[in-house]
């Protein structure tokens, strides 16, 4: 059996494809504006070419949001094929059964994050009347495009070599020792955890675009070991049980979708200011006030299954 076959998988493949089709028809009208763009010419050709680039926003936008409910669908379909796949109880045993599937759930994190800033420098640019970040939100665009091009064959190679009759790791034997990095032990792990979000909290506060991108990119890390080896306990009731995606599922009221958007969400609010300020070289701070909110409400989620833990049984597990 091929999960070709499967009717999640052939929509879901079609839906890239057609994404990916409008993506390419806007990228070569993208590359056209890059090449004969002139904001001060009253030709023909430059009036032609600023229909266009509405033409092209609209297009784009439609594909952003496209890709992000497509994220969510990619998402829950790992967890609904692990039935399928020997050895497979959850995404992880799915999105680890070959060595395209990690990659492939990088890339898609990566490239919502740049779709997200596209969208930004996007919103600047049309908001004046002379498009000065024209070429910039361009450049990044067709950026993307070659991410997007590269995911597109690693989704094909990902299920092409999904294996059927061959057992897979689940969570309980991937996520069985606490491989936590530089060696460190829980309660190191905690400190760091709680200490970069207050860095984050007074960086946002202050708008302090670099410290607020450093702070963000490691609590990133940070937050990702703290929810898959301790705090995900808690949320499974079960010390041994460790791993970033049962939470998705409805036998948990899927808080992890709430739980990992929100880490993502603040994350993205996080180093976008700098980021954007690196491409148009002019600083935007407007962000710092939802990036405090998302990260504080990870984090409240996260601590809550703890605090109510404790109170019910007088106990850490």
Known sequence: MSLFLLNDIVVFIFIELVLFALMLVSEV???????????????????SLEKRNYLINTM?????????????????SLDELSPLVPGAMCATGVIGAN????????FKIFILFLLGIWIIVNKLDLESKV?????????LFSFIFILISIEFCLEILYFMNIPLNVPVFCCSTVFQLDNL???????????????????ILISSLYKNNIVSFLG???????????????????????PNHKCPFC?????????????????????FLGISPYIIQSIILKKYDYLHKYCMFFTTLFV??????????????GVFL
Not at 181 to 199: A, K, W
Not at 300 to 313: A, D, E, G, Q
């Open 300 to 313: 409240c989620l996260s601590t809550y299954f703890v605090v109510t833990y404790y109170i019910k049984n």
């Open 181 to 199: 990095p530089f060696e460190l032990n829980t309660s190191g792990l905690l400190i760091i955890y709680y200490s970069l979000f207050f860095i």
């Open 216 to 238: 963000n990119i490691l609590f990133l890390f940070t937050a990702y070991y703290s929810v898959t080896y301790f705090f995900g306990t808690y949320i499974y009731e079960l």
């Open 60 to 76: 784009i936008y439609f594909t952003i949001v496209v890709k992000i409910i497509m994220f969510v669908f990619f998402v829950k």
């Open 99 to 106: 060595m395209y599937g990690n990659i492939l759930l990088l």
């Open 131 to 139: 498009f000065p970040y024209i070429k910039e939100k361009y450049y």
């Open 29 to 47: 009208s993208v590359l056209k504006v890059l090449r004969f763009w002139d904001f001060n010419a009253t030709t023909t050709a430059q009036y």
């Open 247 to 267: 939470m998705l599922q409805k036998e948990y009221f899927y808080i992890g979708y709430f739980i990992w958007f929100s880490l993502f969400i603040g994350v």
